[in-house]
C-alpha cells in the first residue's frame, strides 16, 4: 500500500515543482496553452516540417521495401524462368512481369496505409 504524503510533503515532491515550473512557463509564453504542456506551437511547427520532409521519401522507402522482399522470393528470381523464345524476348516480358507485381504489392501496401 502506498504511503498517504501531506499536502505540504506533495508541494515539496519533484512531480509538483515540475508541473508548477510548467504552469509558470505556460503563462508567460503566449504560445503555449495551459490546458496541456505538451501542446504548443512549437510542436505544430515541427510536426509540419517532419511531415513535409519526409513525404516525399515515403513511397520511396517503400518501393525499396517491396523490391527487397520480392528478392527474398524465388518466385521472381528470373532463373527460375527459361523460354524458348529467346534472351531479349524473356526480358521483356521478365520486366513486365515483375513491375507489374511490384506495382500490385505497393497498390495494396499504400491502400492498407489509408
Known sequence: MAK???L???RQS??????????????KNPNVTTSNPFEHSEVEKTVKTIVEELDGHI???IFQAVCDEMN?????DSS???TEAGLEL???EWFEFYHENHGRIMH?????LK
Open 4 to 6: 498517504s504524503r501531506t
Open 8 to 10: 505540504n510533503e506533495i
Open 14 to 27: 519533484k512531480e509538483y515543482q515540475l508541473a508548477k515550473d510548467i504552469a509558470d512557463t505556460n503563462n
Open 59 to 61: 513511397y520511396d522507402l
Open 72 to 76: 527474398k522470393h524465388y518466385v521472381f
Open 80 to 82: 527460375e524462368y527459361l
Open 90 to 92: 524473356f526480358e521483356d
Open 108 to 112: 495494396k501496401l499504400i491502400q492498407n
